[in-house]
């Protein structure tokens, strides 16, 4: 059985702040990974994809992944009250389970001002 | 990335009834996946649909139960057959990109409601 495991919440942080978000994957043969963005009541929106061991930063947004540790995180730096939301990390299945995404269970976001 | 529509976006519907759900999709897509959500949950994979041949689904998921479709590149449907209330949930559509990690990218769901 597949997993991916994210870090309790919900999160709150001051606006300004840094948020650090984690997850955790059981699946060695996982070689891609998401975090999706979930305003309530909309659909997950893709905003980071990794793929290789280190950071990738992309505006306010850093994602971090360790295969050997299968750990995955997503950090957000100067975090604003528009980014709370519930926040999915998703790992592809890797192999012939290529392109299937198993989610975390997602961890909610809360800025406040 | 491409832009998903789905219909309907929301449904109330009898149990024991079935709903069919469309995906339309704005330019080809080789990939298209249906997941559901239940309430306050996280996405849970019910099948790949593959064009010209059947849906491969998860565990835990049957072709009688959700019958899916993929006629061509751009459209898929899931129905929800002979529904219950535990069949409450958004379903969502998803296409992976073009590029070589398959990034998937959602419709707006569909939110459905058994009575």
């Known amino acids: 059985q597949k997993e991916v495991e994210q870090n309790s919440g919900p999160l709150s942080v001051p606006e300004g702040a840094i948020a650090s978000l984690n997850c955790t994957y059981s699946?060695?043969?996982?070689?891609?990974f998401f975090w999706y963005r979930q305003y309530s009541g909309k659909s997950p929106e893709l905003i980071m994809s990794i793929y290789s061991n280190g950071d990738k930063e992309d505006g306010r947004f850093t994602a971090q992944l360790n295969k050997a540790s299968q750990y995955v995180s997503l950090l957000i730096r100067d975090s604003q009250p528009s980014d709370s939301a519930t926040y999915l990390c998703a790992a592809d299945g890797g192999g012939t389970s290529y392109g299937k995404l198993t989610f975390g269970q997602g961890t909610i976001l809360t800025v406040h001002p | 990335s491409a832009v998903i529509s789905q219909k309907p976006s929301r449904d109330i519907c009898q149990r024991g009834t079935s709903l069919t759900i469309q995906c339309q999709v704005d330019?080809?897509?080789?990939?298209m996946f249906w997941y559901r959500q239940q309430p306050g949950q996280s996405l849970t994979l019910i099948a790949t649909?593959?064009?010209?041949?059947?849906?491969?689904?998860e565990s835990g998921f049957v072709i009688d139960k959700f019958p899916i479709s993929r006629p061509n590149l751009t459209f898929s449907t899931l129905t929800v057959s002979n529904m219950s209330p535990e069949d409450s949930s958004i379903y969502l559509c998803s296409v992976a990109g073009t590029g070589g990690f398959y990034e998937q990218y959602f419709g707006p769901g569909t939110r459905l409601t058994v009575t």
């Open positions: 649909a593959n064009q010209g041949s059947e849906a491969t689904y």
């Open positions: 330019s080809q897509v080789t990939m």
């Open positions: 699946d060695r043969g996982s070689q891609s």
